[in-house]
């Protein structure tokens, strides 16, 4: 049989052995369905029978097809209202969707691509049409998957990778802090080895970073959430990062309201951000240049009916550095965008942004990028 060959070739290319495919057939009219399901059940697929497109949207969960057949005329929701939840879906939008329809005009089929639809075929359905549909979206459903278990299987090396760096470098910061402890360093080397230091803290930090993205990623990193003085966490930060800050000739500034108040946060997380801030406008600063740091409460003035609308807290970090070109505000918080940034000569960036825009929307919050009015660049959080 054609399917049968066409499926025994996508099986050795996707490396799936013999088990057969799933394909759920969406269409109100039982004969029509039927006469799908007839077309493709005798063959080396496993064809789900499904009725409506709410019942299909339900039942996802549990079917998880390779392809869809998908009627558009349907009573309540139509196929091009269920295509384009498909669609929006995270999880669901790389499932290949044919839609087959008793309508053949142009403007038709673009209102069916604008939806999302992969494939289209026309009433009445031909045996022949059918099979080459179903074999170009199968194979198109394989590769995607295959790309997913690489890219899984990169990931998870990766995290294994940054997981075993840390035990190495956690000794080199214990011999160094030994060797400082002991006064055995002669005075002239010492600031050899406060730099030293530092940068082995900057490592640590970068990996632990990385750590956390890659929970973030797969849905494992838990928030916890607790009171956090934000202006006596930031005192905190400023003390850490101002031997960083001297040695560059930068001044570090803290601004705030001058009376703290409580935010509901992660602790941990809150203070990996403000410090990732902190060292990326320090990168950028000049010698002789003042990094503030500016937290505000955006609610405090704010009557009840307004104060759901408002962030709880506003964290700015600014610099007087070369600014941030409009076309990077907002790639540069993407892990991705900041590889291939990396790649064309800015090799400043890093994935310090994008894990504060993950911390930033893991609180519901959010993260922007602009420039200030004279000179320089400005970093916001808001949670």
Not at 14 to 42: H, M, N, Q, T, Y
């Amino acid at each position: 049989m054609v399917i049968n060959t066409i499926q025994g070739d996508l099986w050795d290319i996707a490396g799936f052995g013999v088990l057969p495919k799933r394909i759920a057939v969406v269409d109100d009219e039982p004969a029509s369905r039927e006469a799908l399901c007839a077309l493709l059940s005798a063959e080396d697929l496993d064809v789900v029978s499904v009725s409506s497109g709410r019942e299909l949207l339900r039942r996802l969960p549990e079917l998880l097809p390779d392809v869809i057949l998908l009627d558009v005329m349907m009573p309540d929701l139509d196929g091009y209202s269920v295509c384009r939840e498909l669609k929006q879906s995270i999880t669901l939008r790389h499932i290949p969707i044919i839609l087959i329809t008793a309508l053949d005009s142009m403007q038709d089929r673009i209102h069916g691509l604008e939806a999302g639809a992969d494939e289209f075929l026309s009433k009445p359905v031909t045996r022949l049409e059918l099979q080459a549909r179903v074999r170009t979206m199968l194979r198109i459903k394989m590769q995607y998957d295959q790309l997913e278990r690489m890219l899984e299987l990169r990931q998870a090396l990766s995290y294994m990778i940054v997981h075993d760096l840390r035990n190495p470098l956690a000794a080199v910061m214990l011999y160094l802090q030994l060797l400082k402890r002991r006064g055995s360093v002669l005075p002239e080397h010492m600031r050899y080895l406060d730099m030293a230091t530092s940068e082995a803290q900057k490592m640590s930090g970068f990996l632990d970073d990385m750590l956390m993205l890659a929970k973030m990623e797969r849905g494992k990193l838990s928030i916890s959430r607790s009171p956090v003085y934000v202006d006596h966490l930031l005192e905190q930060v400023r003390q850490k990062m101002v031997p960083y800050a001297e040695s560059q000739g930068v001044t570090l500034a803290l601004k705030t309201d001058g009376q703290s108040y409580p935010v509901v946060a992660d602790v941990a997380l809150f203070q990996r951000v403000a410090e990732n801030l902190v060292a990326n406008a320090l990168k950028f600063s000049p010698a002789q240049s003042v990094v503030t740091v500016l937290v505000e409460y955006p609610r405090k003035n704010l009557n009840e009916e307004e104060v759901n609308s408002a962030p709880a807290v506003r964290l700015s970090v600014s610099d007087q550095g070369r600014g941030i070109p409009p076309e990077d505000f907002v790639r540069m918080f993407d892990q991705y965008e900041a590889v291939h940034m990396k790649e064309h000569g800015k090799a400043e960036l890093g994935l310090e942004l994008a894990f504060c825009r993950m911390v930033a929307e893991a609180h519901g919050g959010r993260i922007y990028a602009g420039n200030n009015p004279d000179k320089g660049a400005i970093i916001t959080v808001e949670l």
